[in-house]
């Protein structure tokens, strides 16, 4: 690394070398952006109702609200790491949130919960035999998916059942342990660990990125392709369902709208992560940081009273000021 | 090498194979249109000209968005923010068209057109300037419009003049000659035919089969780029237009639909995901085809919700054949 440090270094060399730095750990920039975006927040609301937002409650309850976000983020990162991307995730998280509420009376809580984790497994499943097997675009065999199974919740939303939350999913999706620390971060930080470590060191973490940097260089290379990709999907379904049943606990009921506006800012907080779109670059670090800036921006947000049509035009913006910063710096080199 | 050796021998082939292969794709789904049509008139029980109305005005809408979805996939893209401009579209002309004079009304129409096409040109030129891949600045840009239109319209409401809505709804000397069909073909006509064999139409193509080579052979390949996502918005804004007069009001989440239904009818059309292939009469076919299966399935009771989860699938099955299909075109 320091090797190829120059002697001398001029204002623009170090200035290229801030940039290498920056754009080589992204997360760096990132931590920034969270600290100075909850300082921001502090000032405003101060300013507006003369409180402190940088309080140790506000920074235990960003983590509690980003979560679910993260979870969703998650299988999105692994997905968008091949290439793909999975517009399914939030109706998967309502269909867990509905299976979870609406069979835990009947049949009891772990039944319950591994039915809903089954059925984000299963869906995840059907979206990746359409993408591995049968070559559908991504995007569009996860509309499609998405659209029928809005269409199923809908029927069985109208249908006479028991909706019960069970106790374990309230205060796993909404209590905090030890006055700061949410319950959720118990189910959260393993399944972040085991990603961020499984993506590092382990033979199907590499094969995820190698699948997304070159598809036909990694069948060449006798890799089974399709076979990453069905995993990928599957796996995507199932923390979406880990999502959903935190949403439904922290909700205390579910409905058709529980996870749909997570949709775009799980794809936003993967893409501030640094994720490429492109597939092959990238990791969970940058999207938990992602999906923590966004909760604290929609905090923000919600302090200074915009609306929800605001909130999806700044999204938008965001996703493509940063994936147009991130192609840029890129292509730089 | 093989594609090329290939290429030589489809070029000295007879013409009818080269035809039956170029065509017969939009055949089949004409075919498969019109076993629809034959089958559906023997549902009602007094089926009749008001039936053919009622499907020329849910179809309308979707071969407006379907065509616009085409000319973007041809040029080599994809245009995810296709269902929310159509939304955008709606709830402005709702809102403001509803104290108009049907020729204030029209004016209004054309202006918001105009506007449609260069919304659709700002998302090219985004793709083009930042180089980052249609797919996300599209899906950005569905946030953006659809942030808008819910700004502009929160609730469903608005509406416009009785002689506007005619336009969508009425029809054209005969009963049986529905005028949003009419409108359809006139626009087609329009917009379409002239170009297609023109300059822009074949750069379209070109730069859609392959980029690489068009950019060599002379054609602009950025303001290809945007001139057809260009294109695509003013199609989107005909669909808008056209979404307010047979529905009579404007809804923020209208376009919705339109977003997975405009691909679907694509690729149902002929018109192939990687870019280059295709035109826009299948498409067009395709819009009343995935129209007609809903409407056969609600008119033979099944419950609404039931008729989009099969609706969703049978669109997912024919994505899936169309990707088999491409799999096995490469092989040979």
């Known amino acids: 690394m320091s090797a190829g440090t120059p002697q001398i270094a001029t204002p623009a060399a170090r200035l290229r070398a801030a940039q290498r730095v920056l754009s080589d750990n992204p997360a760096i920039a990132l931590t920034f952006v969270f600290v100075a975006l909850f300082v921001v927040t502090d000032i405003v609301n101060r300013a507006q109702s003369g409180k402190a937002f940088l309080t140790p409650t506000q920074v235990s309850t960003t983590f509690l609200y980003a979560a679910p976000l993260a979870l969703l983020a998650a299988g999105q990162t692994l997905v968008m790491l091949t290439g793909g991307v999975d517009l399914s995730v939030a109706t998967t998280a309502t269909t867990a949130a509905f299976v979870s509420s609406g069979t835990a009376h009947d049949h009891g809580t772990g039944y319950a919960l591994l039915l809903a984790l089954a059925f984000g497994f299963g869906i995840g499943l059907v979206n990746g035999i359409g993408v591995a097997i049968f070559r559908v675009n991504p995007l569009i065999m996860t509309l499609g998916i998405s659209s029928v199974t809005l269409g199923a919740l809908t029927i069985y939303s109208q249908t006479r059942f028991v909706a019960l939350v069970p106790n374990i999913v309230n205060t796993l999706g909404s209590s905090r342990f030890f006055k700061y620390v949410p319950y959720d971060l118990l189910v959260w930080a393993p399944i972040a660990a085991l990603i961020i470590l499984g993506l590092r060191f382990s033979g199907f973490g590499r094969m995820i990125f190698a699948v997304g940097d070159n598809p036909v260089a990694c069948r060449l290379a006798g890799v089974r392709v399709w076979q990453v990709l069905l995993l990928v999907y599957a796996l995507c379904g199932a923390f979406s369902a880990v999502a959903g049943i935190l949403l439904v606990g922290f909700n205390d009921a579910a409905d058709l709208g529980i996870a749909a506006p997570f949709l775009l800012p799980s794809v936003a907080a993967v893409v501030i992560g640094g994720t490429s779109i492109l597939g092959g670059s990238g990791g969970y670090g940058g999207t938990i940081l992602g999906a923590l800036i966004l909760t604290v921006l929609d905090s923000l947000l919600t302090i200074l009273n915009a609306s929800q049509a605001l909130k999806q035009i700044l999204y938008g913006a965001i996703i493509l000021a940063l994936a147009w910063l991130y192609a840029r710096t890129s292509s730089g080199d | ?332």
């Open chain 2, 1 to 332: 090498m093989s594609t090329a050796a290939a290429g030589v021998a489809a070029r000295v082939r007879p013409n009818p194979a080269r035809l039956a292969r170029r065509h017969g794709w939009t055949v089949g789904v004409y075919v498969l249109l019109l076993v629809l049509l034959l089958y559906w008139q023997t549902i009602p029980a007094n089926w009749g000209s008001f039936d053919v109305q009622s499907l020329a005005i849910d179809a309308l809408p979707l071969a407006f968005a379907a065509m616009a979805q085409s000319v973007v996939i041809i040029s080599g893209g994809i245009d995810l923010s296709v269902g929310s401009l159509i939304s955008l579209i709606n709830v402005l002309s709702a809102k403001y068209m509803i104290d108009m004079s049907f020729r204030n009304a029209l004016l209004f129409g054309l202006l918001l057109l105009v506007g449609s096409a260069a919304a659709g040109a700002f998302t090219g030129t985004l793709i083009v300037l930042s180089r980052v891949p249609d797919i996300v600045v599209t899906l950005a840009m569905l946030f953006v419009w659809a942030g808008l239109a819910l700004e502009i319209l929160q609730i469903p409401g608005g509406g416009a003049p009785q002689s506007y809505l005619q336009l969508g709804t009425g029809h054209w000397w005969s009963p049986w000659i529905p005028s949003g069909l009419m409108i359809l073909l006139l626009a087609f006509a329009i917009f379409w035919l002239p170009l297609r064999w023109a300059r822009p139409g074949l750069a379209l193509y070109s730069v859609g089969s392959n980029r690489n080579a068009a950019y060599l052979s002379g054609v602009g390949v950025a303001r290809t780029r945007i001139f057809a996502y260009a294109l695509g918005g003013l199609f989107a804004g005909l669909a808008g237009l056209a979404l307010s007069a047979t529905s009579g009001i404007g809804d923020p989440n209208a376009g919705q639909y339109y977003t997975l239904n405009s691909v679907a009818a694509a690729v149902l059309g002929g018109v192939a995901l990687v870019g280059g292939v295709g035109g826009l009469i299948g498409p067009i076919a395709a819009a009343f085809v995935v129209t007609l299966v809903k409407t056969i399935l609600i008119l033979k009771g099944v419950d609404q919700n039931w008729a989009q989860v099969i609706q969703g699938t049978l669109i997912i099955v024919v994505v899936m054949i169309g990707g088999l299909a491409i799999r096995q075109r490469a092989r040979t």
